[in-house]
């Protein structure tokens, strides 16, 4: 693909410019596996095809500069309108530390712009806060995720005109938790996560906002010098998707999997996931359980080369 090519050329030349320090350069893919019975348009399968870096411009520095570029493409054809698209996200960060306080913020941009509609596109104006204290040798807190302002453009969301508008949306992950760490060198994470999304200008039955908090569990081993495995799950407790007509349904969402990290050389590492994810479905009128089943496996393979 003429995207991969131009994302991983970008991506070698950093590294191989006297210039910059690189750390790492990332190429790898994604498999979406979905189902929803019953659900036409929902069913199917998508893949991402991706490459990343992240570099130094001062070698030894705090201050890194980091990005991604993928590609979404639906395996159906009746799915490719409405779900192909180019990510491309770009991000600066810098560390402070101030005793056992760790204040290591980053900030950018991930934009989206779709095959289909050459005037739809979306833009997420990130921050993450990057914040850990070390309570202890073997106990941290950390507060992480991201907020996001989101200037889009898309259809009139009336319905009234076929026009585009200009619309902006916000959108937060945020994530406050104590990892711990474990005699034998294994650790566990404990986390309470809120995903806050708020859409401008919804009208009837477009969704207006969703509210979920959850709490997530990871725990980590290096069972061997070269292959390190993080078991994850994650627990909603709520997930309130609110209408604009003031109909609120608590749909929630599961998911269990695990991160793995293979360290080939000095050089050279292999990283993969896979999780498996469950959803409630209600019937947006009544509440009633929807008849049909929202699952997907999602799984991904990414090739790292240090620098």
Same mark, same amino acid.
Request: proline residues 2%.
């Given at each position: 693909m003429k995207f991969t090519k131009l994302a991983m050329g970008i991506a070698l030349a950093m590294a191989a410019s006297t210039s910059f320090a690189a750390n790492y350069i990332d190429v790898g893919v994604e498999e979406n596996e979905i189902t929803m019975d019953d659900a036409p348009g929902q069913n199917g399968d998508f893949y991402q095809t991706?490459?990343?870096?992240?570099?130094?411009?001062?070698?030894?520095?705090?201050?890194? $500069?980091?990005g991604t570029m993928s590609n979404l493409q639906a395996d159906a054809s009746k799915n490719r309108e409405g779900w192909n698209r180019l990510r491309r996200q770009l991000y600066v960060g810098y560390k402070w530390n101030f005793g056992n306080l760790t204040f290591a913020p980053m900030a950018g941009i991930r934009h989206h712009t779709y095959d289909?509609?050459?005037?739809?596109?979306?833009?997420?104006?990130?921050?993450?806060?990057? %914040?850990?204290?070390?309570?202890?040798?073997?106990?941290?807190?950390?507060?992480?995720?991201?907020?996001? %302002?989101?200037?889009?453009?898309?259809?009139?969301?009336?319905?009234?005109?076929?026009?585009?508008?200009e619309y902006t949306d916000y959108k937060h992950e945020l994530e406050v938790g104590v990892k711990q760490k474990l005699s034998w060198g294994d650790y566990f994470k404990v986390g309470v996560f809120n995903e806050l999304d708020?859409? !401008?200008?919804? $009208?009837?039955?477009g969704k207006t @906002?969703?509210?979920?908090?959850? $709490?997530? %569990?990871?725990?980590?081993?290096?069972?061997?010098?070269?292959?390190? %495995? @993080?078991?994850?799950?994650?627990?909603?407790?709520?997930?309130?998707?609110?209408?604009?007509?003031?109909?609120?349904?608590? !749909?929630?969402?599961?998911?269990?999997?695990?991160?793995?990290?293979?360290?080939?050389?000095?050089?050279?590492? $292999?990283?993969?996931?896979?999780?498996?994810?469950? @959803?409630?479905?209600?019937?947006?009128?009544?509440?009633?359980?929807?008849?049909?089943?929202?699952?997907?496996?999602?799984?991904?393979?990414?090739?790292?080369?240090?620098f």
């Open positions: 991706y490459v990343g870096f992240n570099f130094e411009p001062i070698e030894g520095s705090p201050f890194h $500069i980091m289909h509609e050459a005037k739809r596109r979306d833009t997420e104006v990130r921050f993450f806060p990057g %914040l850990n204290y070390k309570v202890s040798d073997t106990t941290d807190i950390f507060f992480g995720g991201y907020t996001s %302002l989101i200037p889009t453009r898309n259809v009139d969301r009336s319905g009234e005109t076929s026009d585009y508008k708020t859409f !401008e200008d919804r $009208i009837g039955a @906002e969703m509210d979920q908090w959850m $709490i997530r %569990l990871a725990y980590g081993s290096q069972v061997t010098d070269a292959l390190f %495995l @993080e078991g994850i799950a994650r627990f909603d407790v709520q997930r309130d998707n609110e209408y604009a007509d003031g109909i609120v349904r608590d !749909e929630k969402r599961n998911r269990y999997g695990v991160n793995f990290n293979y360290k080939l050389d000095q050089d050279w590492n $292999i990283h993969g996931m896979a999780y498996y994810q469950t @959803e409630d479905n209600k019937d947006r009128l009544t509440g009633a359980d929807a008849q049909y089943t929202n699952e997907k496996f999602v799984y991904s393979l990414m090739v790292r080369r240090s």
